[in-house]
């Protein structure tokens, strides 16, 4: 298999109110035949700060 992307991501979207920190985090990784899988290590600091997507945290007052 060859991996075309690994990018920090949260294992369980987050909850309203929620914060970023109290969330699992591993990452998301995806092949060239499509597939993906989800990796449970969790990523640095820099990392997570630096991440391109996974970025929606719900307001807790949203409907």
């Known amino acids: 298999m060859i ?3 690994r990018e920090p991501w949260w ?3 987050p909850k309203p109110g929620q914060r ?8 998301l990784e ?3 035949d499509g597939s993906a ?3 449970d290590q969790r990523p640095g ?4 700060a630096a ?4 970025r929606n945290f719900p ?5």
Request: glycine share 4%.
């Open 45 to 48: 600091e820099q990392e997570l």
């Open 37 to 39: 899988r989800f990796v």
């Open 11 to 13: 294992l369980l979207p």
């Open 30 to 32: 995806i092949y060239a």
């Open 51 to 54: 991440r391109k997507s996974c």
């Open 20 to 27: 970023e920190q109290d969330l699992h985090w591993g990452y």
């Open 3 to 5: 991996l075309i992307s």
């Open 59 to 63: 307001d807790e007052k949203a409907p």
